[in-house]
């Protein structure tokens, strides 16, 4: 087990976060992608509603609720029952946030007497796993946007941030810990990254191969993903299968051109 460990950690310090001038232009790349939303309507119309099972959806680090309103109302036009996560700012304490979404998604589970589908933005993606593995009985699925929950905190731009909000050095924490957030939840989850990502490696924010994993690269930057229209209709897309009928992402067609 330890050497398993060490070759984790290994790997892990290989990643290289993206470059800086990917990190400088993510807020002007983000507000190009939500400027592109009023032309994806045609696109997202095509995408079937749902059948009305309710949706969690978290916030990334340092954001709030405001940071997916446009996401939880695209979901709302879709006939989804759609919950924000309603604890403030996320600022990252993992221990503190877990246990209180984990009662959240319980609570919702009973009320509505369906499982819950979880989405985590960045962070929130690596909460949302948590959650699941922890809740698998009440959680649906799991979709994750540019979540780096595949590397020892290695790979991203805004570590020392974390660790000056947070007061904790997070590249201290053990390896098993790392180990357990890398490997999947038990429930079907999608990972949509972006290769231009300039926040997080995009090595990081990939699930590993299962029967019930799948990975969607789309083009586009980490801020804009709760926002673009490409990554809006994967979710959707996502959220339409019935509950016992989860396959991987279709890539055909005239998806092609927008998904790898």
């Not at 954001?63 to 996560?85: G, I």
């Not at 540019?146 to 941030?161: D, L, R, T, Y």
């Not at 299962?210 to 209709?233: A, K, R």
Request: hydrophobic content about 40%; overall charge negative.
């Amino acid at each position: 087990m330890i050497a398993e460990e060490e070759d984790f950690v290994t790997r892990a310090k290989q990643l290289k976060a993206p470059n800086l001038f990917l990190a400088l232009a993510e807020p002007s790349r983000a507000m190009l992608e939500a400027s592109t939303l009023p032309w994806g309507v045609a696109a997202l119309s095509r995408v079937p509603k749902g059948d009305g099972h309710p949706v969690l959806v978290i916030p990334g680090f340092t954001a709030s609720d405001l940071s997916t309103v446009p996401l939880r109302r695209f979901l709302e036009q879709k006939n989804y029952t759609v919950h924000p996560w309603r604890m403030g700012r996320n600022l990252g304490m993992i221990h503190e946030f877990i246990p209180k979404l984990e009662q959240r998604v319980v609570d919702i589970a009973e009320e509505y007497g369906e499982k819950v589908t979880i989405i985590g933005q960045s962070l929130g993606g690596i909460y949302a796993r948590e959650v699941a593995r922890a809740c698998g009985d009440v959680v649906r699925q799991v979709i994750t946007l540019g979540s780096p929950f595949g590397g020892a905190a290695e790979g991203c731009n805004v570590v020392w941030v974390y660790d000056a909000v947070t007061g904790e050095k997070i590249r201290l924490r053990p390896a098993d810990f790392f180990e357990t957030i890398a490997s999947p939840p038990p429930v079907p989850s999608t990972a949509i990254f972006s290769k231009t990502d300039g926040i997080a490696s995009w090595k990081t924010c990939i699930e590993m191969p299962s029967d019930w994993t799948d990975n969607i690269e789309i083009l586009g930057s980490h801020c804009g993903m709760g926002f673009n229209p490409v990554v809006l209709f994967a979710i959707a897309d996502r959220l339409a299968q019935a509950e016992d009928e989860w396959s991987p992402f279709d890539r055909g067609g005239w998806r092609r051109a927008f998904f790898r």
